[in-house]
């Protein structure tokens, strides 16, 4: 059989089954989060003065790098579960994440007296933010890799380390609200090391079961 022929073949199977592949996507983004949230609720919670937190420009600037890396994830990961689907602009979306946190760093070293740089960056919950991070993820991580299941990816190292961004964007989300630092250092640095953690597991999981 030729690849093209495989190609469609895989494709045909992955929309005859019993959810749509568009479909199942969803409700594993519904699940994972559900588990996020109960994860994050029964443990560290959000901090006693996120209201007023939300006045400031430093909190809701994490949110923006979180939130941005959970869709450009999701939007990939769909595509990357199909096979023949084009991915090109789809993986070049994946940078807006990062440039946003780099801009954020660098407005951030303006504005601050560089002997404060190293106080910002390591800030005080540094070990609980690479702890909780991989921990709330470990549950929509797994969802994800289910989800590529039901799919056909033809690149299942790929998808699955895309599902550990997508479970670390979702997770950090959810942490975001707890954590008392605010500095784009703090969250470019902890933040990505606890999601490279994840993104790491995830390519596991791709290779272990979710090769066909």
């Known amino acids: 059989m030729r690849t093209d022929d495989l190609i469609k073949a895989l494709d045909a199977d992955a929309r005859s089954r ?10 594993a983004l519904g699940a994972a989060v559900l588990i996020a949230a109960t994860v994050f609720m029964l443990t560290i919670g959000p901090r006693p003065d996120m209201a007023s ?14 939130v941005a890396l959970a869709v450009t994830a999701f939007v990939f990961i769909r595509a990357l579960s199909v096979p023949g689907a084009a991915t ?26 560089s002997a404060d740089w190293g106080r910002r960056l390591i800030g005080t919950n540094m070990y609980i ?15 994800f890799l289910m989800a590529l299941r039901h799919g056909a ?16 964007g979702v997770a950090a989300t ?9 500095s784009p250092l703090f969250v470019a640095t902890w933040y990505t090391i606890a999601i490279a953690f994840l993104t790491a597991l ?4 791709g290779r272990l079961f979710v090769r066909w």
């Not at 990816?153 to 670390?168: E, N």
């Not at 995830?202 to 999981?205: P, S, V, Y």
């Open 53 to 66: 937190a939300m006045h400031t420009m430093r909190f809701p600037a994490k949110f923006t790098y979180t």
């Open 129 to 143: 933010c690479m702890t909780f991070i991989p921990l709330i993820g470990l549950g929509p991580l797994a969802v």
């Open 174 to 182: 959810f942490y975001a609200a707890h954590c008392f630092d605010d």
């Open 202 to 205: 995830g390519a596991l999981g």
């Open 18 to 27: 019993a959810m749509p592949q568009a479909a199942a996507w969803w409700v």
């Open 153 to 168: 990816p033809p690149r299942p190292v790929l998808s699955g380390a895309v599902a550990g961004l997508l479970a670390g």
């Open 88 to 113: 090109r602009r789809l993986a070049l979306a994946m940078w807006v994440a990062p440039i946003l946190v780099a801009v954020a760093v660098i407005l951030e070293l303006l504005a601050v007296p």
